[in-house]
Nanobody
Framework: QVQLVESGGGLVQAGDSLRLSCVSS????????MGWFRQAPGKERDFVAA????????YYADSVKGRFTISRDNAKNTVYLRMNSLKPEDTAVYYC??????????????????WGQGTQVTVSS
């Protein structure tokens, strides 16, 4: 059974940092693009970042570019999202996911087929 488990969320103040982790089990995704998405209350789930299987190429939403860093350790089946200079508008449930489609699109929800249960990030002002 494939599982993605996120951790590392919490309640922080604006300007603080957090590092989210996503560990996969049941199957190795070392050859897949991995992504992070987030969903704020009452809003759609939005793309945050993605990383190619080698880690050589990363993609970011404009809203987090320069503040967030995605990385991966394939030996540990883990993807990370380092979040610096957090803002209240970053408050959301953060999900990791596995891109199961080919092609160059990385920001679409439909490109991803396995999802974690999410971890809550709350940033107070």
């Amino acid at each position: 059974q494939v599982q993605l488990v996120e951790s590392g969320g919490g309640l922080v103040q604006a300007g603080d940092s957090l590092r989210l982790s996503c560990v996969s089990s049941g199957r190795t995704f070392s050859s897949y693009v991995m992504g992070w998405f987030r969903q704020a209350p009452g809003k759609e789930r939005d793309f945050v970042a993605a990383i190619t299987w080698s880690g050589g190429t990363t993609y970011y939403a404009d809203s987090v570019k320069g503040r967030f860093t995605i990385s991966r350790d394939n030996a540990k089946n883990t993807v990370y999202l380092r979040m610096n200079s957090l803002k209240p508008e970053d408050t959301a449930v953060y999900y990791c996911a596995v891109k199961i489609t080919g092609g160059v699109v990385v920001a679409g929800l439909n490109e991803y087929g396995y999802w974690g249960q999410g971890t809550q990030v709350t940033v107070s002002s």
